[in-house]
Structures are given as C-alpha cells and as structure tokens.
C-alpha cells in the first residue's frame, strides 16, 4: 500500500511539509522528522539520506505502542512523548492527533540539544500543525 | 526442581488470530498493542498489532508459558527478530480465506526458519471450516518441501481449547524432536 497517496490528500501533504521545513529550521539541531499512521505508514518525513522512511514509521508505530501498553499497565494515564537518549543523537517520539485521525511524530536530533529547547520546538510545531489540519 | 519458563511465538499473517489467540488462553489480561488499522487491504479489521501480544499460563508443576505475539506485516518484522529471540517454539496460524495461505506459510515459515529446522513449530489453520482450500495435506506437503518437519492441524483461534490444543501439539513435537523435557496437554488442561 502506498500510504501518501491513499492516506493523505495533496494538501494535507504540503501542510506537512511546511511544518517539518519550519521545525528544522528553527532548530538546526534537528536532522529528521517523520509523519506516519498509528499503525505504522509513512506520511511525510524529511531525513537524513540513507535513512528508510517506512522502516522507521513501522519503528515508531511499534515503540509508541508499546510505551501506551506500559502507561496502561502502570495506571499511568495517556503516554505524552517518549524520548530515547543515545550515545549519538536523542530521538522524540509522540503522538500528534488531529480530528481525522491520530498520527505519530519522530524527531531526531542531535544529543547537544537541550531537551527541553527542542521538545518545546515539537509540542509547538505540533500544536500547529494540529490547529492548521482542523481547520481542512 | 525450580519452575521452567517458556517462551512460545504466535505468528502469522494479519488476521490469522494471533492476538486472539493469546486473549483465549491467557491467564492475565494480556498485554495489547493493538492500534487503529489503516490498511483495509490487508484486513478490513478496526485495530492490528504493532509491536506484540503477551499472556501467561502457569501449568500445574508451576512451569510457565510466556505467550509472545507477533505482529503480521512484513514492515514490522523487526519485530518478529526481538521476539524470536530465545523462544522455544513457535506456531504459524494461517488465515484459510487469505488470497494465497500456502504462500504465507512460506513467508513465516522462512522468517521463523530456525525454529523449524529444529521442530520446534506447529501450524495452525483458520477458518478452515469455511475455506477447506487449501487442504491439511497440502499444507504437510509445502512444509515438506521446505525441508521442514511440523504437524498441521485446523483450529479456531476464539476456543480455548483449540489453542491449548495446538500448544500441546507444539510441545510433544518439540520432545520427539529433541527428547527435551517439556510440559503434558493434563497440566494445562488444568484450569
Ligand atoms: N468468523 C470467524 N472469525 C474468525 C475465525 N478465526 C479468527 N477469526 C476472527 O479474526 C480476527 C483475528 O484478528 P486478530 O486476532 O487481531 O488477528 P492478528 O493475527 O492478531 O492480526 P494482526 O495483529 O493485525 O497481524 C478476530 O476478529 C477473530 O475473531 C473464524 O474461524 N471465523
Ligand atoms: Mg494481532
């Protein structure tokens, strides 16, 4: 299945772009988004080449749901964002709903970032990008 | 001796019943990650599994089964690596009213080829009842074409007795494969 074709309509598509483009650019330290489906299709992602888009939609699909399923577990309520801190980069990931239906975002950055300067960055973009979908 | 644990993989193709098997069986509530499915495609069902299933049955010795799901689309199959790692065995449910079943065997049967090239799987066929094509047989023989041996049996996934049936099965091939010391169908039969 091609996901972009079928899931997201020209329009929605070049939305998501420009919010990517305008995230990256207000943080240079970010090297990577990616828009996918809950279930793990790419919608729109902008990264680093050599990088695989659908792999890492299905990466994403599957850490989100599994951090849901440890929040539920752990009578933790709704999980907000997942961050993964590595030697070389910190990578977010988080949901990103919308009326239609709810997606997922990853971010990857570099680990000289602070935390809380880029996760900051995202909800914002995220925000933004939710309030522009709604308005479709 | 201390209780054993062991960790069997339910895979297969999406909507085989992977996850419902485990809900049949499973003594816990078992651990879902289901989300919103947005390939009609590949089954028009509302949620699929995008990371794993995990339930638990405590046989009467105390032993326990570790149920591990796996989800079905090839684009997760690094999923099917992490959860295959130090299983004891593994059963492949196939879909009956899928285009090609046979062909699904394959697929798992190659993504899941270390456990059967030691016997250490079982297959089981839904809805058969309704889709008698292809038939058991045919199944045994593209296994045997594989150079695999595994029983073949029919089952639905929503009877607990089906599923426990198929771990039994599981297990006495596993022993006749290996002489290892593995769990009898009266322990879990025991509620
Ligand atoms: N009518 C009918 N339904 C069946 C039969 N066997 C299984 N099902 C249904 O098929 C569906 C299987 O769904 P799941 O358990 O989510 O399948 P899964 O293998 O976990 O799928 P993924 O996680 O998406 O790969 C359930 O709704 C079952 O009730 C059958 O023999 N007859
Ligand atoms: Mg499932």
Redesign the pocket.
Known sequence: MSAETKLVSRTEASIYHAHIDALMTLQPEISGVLISTVDGFEIAAKLTPGLSAAKLSAMTSSLLALAEAMCKETASGACRDMVIDAEKSRILLMELPHHKQKLVLAVLCTNKVTLGQVLWAVRTCREQLSRRLDML | MSPREYKLIFT??????????IAAVSEIEPCST?VA?NDSGG?A?A???AAL?YGEITLTGGDKLRLY?T???SRFDFMWKILGQGSLGVII?I?NSRPDPLRDLRDYAQAFGDALAESRAVVGI??W??HPSPSIEEFHEAVRDLGYAAPVLSV???ERRDVLMLLDVLFHQIEAAEQHAVPAIADMETP
């Open positions: 297969g193709s999406m909507g085989a019943g992977k996850t419902t098997a289901d499915n089954h069902k949620t699929t599994t299933d799901g989800p079905g689309q449910l879909d839904g809805r009842q309704t639905d996934v929503r």
